[in-house]
């Protein structure tokens, strides 16, 4: 028997990968997990049918969610990580060493984080740190009701359907901005320029119409869909396109020469981003 | 029924894309050539079972295997076409206006240009510029045997089995080295560095034993393995890092802020492409 994991990334258009074994099924409270052995990808995270995370490239997606702003941000002290029970953002950003005081890791599913855990130890190793805190709870609860400031805050989220949804809405985009030190900085996961123009569009407007600084960027993850993802940065004061030098990452895809490059869009991603009054057409 | 068009990028991976019609099939002297109608991507053209161009997203491999030699070299007067019997890489060439005086397209298969002309009109509409020279004719071959000295050479060829293997050996980047002028500058399309990091590091290795500058760049192109394919370029004295600022292209992918980020590697890629003895491992 061959066993293939067929996702419709569109209701046209998918990916197909070889399965070696079906590893763990469940439905929790909020979404259905699987976990695959994968010959392409290697072990392979799926929530509600859509490929998270996968031992082969989940360091794109990681790195560049993560060191982006990091590394814009002067002194990124306090970090909140909404999403992201996987625990790679939290791997990256521990990377930053001393400077790093305090992580707080809010996911909604604590089904995610013990099944990361048992599946993926390299990916989850940051989240023993003692500086870093694990809240099960609502991540848009979370930010509504939080006192601390945040120097830098990562939306790492699924797609807007399901328990991710409030993540997507100038509400939860309000509550981040004064969550966020006047110094502060935050990114979202921005989905594809390619399948989802609109919603990368909306999530732009949405953004820039809070921070003074915004900014899209990409990078190039293979098992997501269309191969080009997006990302959504705002920032009260640092400019992510000025950064300085940081001591060596070890880092496989962010450098600082693929920090700049990211802010450099194809001129069909720039057109999607611009306002209405800045298009000559 | 739903007819879905699956292809195995890999061994143990691929896509899948809904199709709409199956406006041709035939088995020419060279290869297999297949016209879909897709959901998603508009028309495909595959060649024995791969994809080569859709619609949607030619634009991206065309604009960036086009516009970067011609836009460092200063004055591309006479250009040299490899494969490209599609007729995009021609389209994009004659942007660049008076500048250019001469093109030649030298395609193995006949029907693939007979095909793209009937399918892809738009993508062939340069075909019939006064300019333009078509040589129904082995590309190898005829890189031996010009008198023509080029001023930019463009491979655009299909993967390295069958008709196309000679374009990947080193006589044949020597031949192009010899039918270049002596400010002269190549390219070839040289796959994806996730599923081929071996071929990607051999074909950079072999242009950058022939040529003073050589520079490896990328492009985000989604109906191709990965999403994420490599170019090499080989120049005899211009580096593709230093250009003019051009006039408007009018390109959707390409422009000069993507220009100058395409060289901008990822860690992984750089690493890949450097030589053992720079590697500290």
Redesign the interface.
């Given at each position: 028997m061959e066993l293939w994991y067929?996702e419709k990334q569109?209701?046209?258009?998918?990916?197909?990968?070889?399965v070696v074994n079906c590893l763990h099924h469940e439905q929790t409270e909020f979404q259905t997990i699987d976990l695959l052995e994968?010959?392409?990808?290697g072990r392979m995270l799926v929530l509600d049918g859509m490929v998270m995370m996968t031992e082969a490239?989940e360091f794109?997606y990681h790195e560049m969610i993560a060191h982006v702003p990091l590394s814009a941000h002067k002194n990124p002290n306090n970090v909140l990580v909404i999403g992201g029970g996987d625990g790679g953002v939290v791997r990256e950003i521990l990377r930053h060493g001393e400077k790093i005081q305090r992580v707080d890791l809010v996911e909604v599913d604590k089904r995610v984080i013990d099944l990361s855990k048992k599946y993926f130890p390299e990916v989850t190793s940051g989240l023993s740190d003692h500086r870093v805190n694990i809240h099960v709870q609502d991540g848009a609860q979370y930010i509504a009701n939080t006192k601390i400031k945040y120097d830098v805050i990562i939306v790492d989220s699924t797609e807007p359907v399901g328990a991710a949804t409030p993540l997507f809405q100038l509400d939860f985009y309000r509550a981040v901005f004064n969550a966020l030190s006047p110094t502060g900085i935050m990114v979202a996961q921005t989905d594809t320029p390619?399948f989802k123009p609109n919603l990368v569009r909306k999530l732009y407007g949405t953004i820039s119409s809070l921070f003074p600084i915004s900014r899209l960027y990409?990078a190039?993850?293979?098992t997501y869909p269309?191969?080009?993802w997006s990302f959504t940065l705002g920032s009260k004061q640092y400019d992510p396109l000025y950064f300085e030098a940081l001591p060596e990452l070890k880092?496989?895809?962010?450098?600082m020469?693929?920090h700049?490059?990211?802010f450099?869009?194809?001129?069909?991603v720039?057109k999607l981003i611009k306002k209405k009054d800045e298009l000559n057409e």
């Open positions: 067929t569109t209701i046209n258009h998918g990916i197909t990968t070889k994968t010959l392409e990808f490239d794109v390619w990409t190039a993850i293979p269309s191969g080009l880092t496989k895809y962010y450098c020469e693929v700049r490059a990211a450099n869009l194809p001129a069909f720039q």
